[in-house]
């Protein structure tokens, strides 16, 4: 398991083996760093690293060290996901507002994704399905692209939702969604047109994530 802690003071990004509890740290513990993410093989975490008031990408292995910038722009490039094995997709703000950019494990040959709507961030992929927070006109709604059609459609219901979780298989996604003024969670399948609310009495409940399907 991969997080981001405090615990020094500014955010470093540990790694930490759920069975033995053993834990590493992962990032440079002098540098800011927040939003790690593992890739498919498990042997490699991408997250983002604070440097002059910028955020850019970087790549290390599963133990920490070897770190390489992948990202060299100003602004804040950050929510890195790897798409498959080469492809991390994240959000920035280079061009003004926050949109989907992709790029190589190695850096190089960067490209925007997402083009509609002023705001898209946050992304979760599966396939060729990436889900993703857009806000517009002090909403927030999901929606998933077709990376390779580039055809669109938002899925949820609600004005204030985000941090979509698509699920390994491309056919749901949950989210987190403002019901009554309480952060509750709620899944919708990949056309929106079949949706459910998943309330709980526990509190504000967000940041939902899948586990991986198990043969």
Request: aromatic letters at 6%; a neutral charge.
């Amino acid at each position: 398991m991969a997080y981001v802690s405090y615990e020094t003071g500014r955010p470093v990004v540990y790694a930490q083996d759920l069975a033995s509890g053993g834990k590493r740290t992962i990032s440079d513990p002098n540098r800011s760093s927040i939003s790690p993410s593992w890739s498919p093989d498990g042997r490699s975490i991408a997250y983002s690293v604070a440097e002059r008031g910028n955020y850019n990408i970087v790549v290390s292995g599963a133990n920490g060290g070897g770190g390489r910038q992948i990202t060299n722009t100003r602004g804040i490039n950050a929510e890195p996901q790897w798409a498959d094995s080469n492809t991390i997709v994240f959000t920035s703000d280079r061009s003004g507002q926050p949109q989907l950019y992709k790029t190589t494990a190695n850096g190089g040959s960067e490209s925007r994704m997402s083009f509609s709507g002023g705001y898209n961030a946050g992304a979760s992929i599966a396939g060729n399905s990436v889900a993703m927070v857009r806000q517009s006109g002090g909403t927030s709604s999901i929606t998933i692209m077709d990376a390779a059609t580039k055809q669109e459609r938002t899925i949820s219901r609600g004005t204030q939702d985000d941090s979509p979780a698509i699920s390994p298989n491309g056919m749901m996604v949950l989210y987190a969604t403002d019901a009554g003024g309480r952060n509750s969670l709620a899944v919708a399948s990949d056309n929106g047109k079949a949706h459910q609310s998943l309330y709980s009495q526990a509190g504000d409940v967000r940041d939902p994530a899948w586990s991986p399907y198990l043969d």
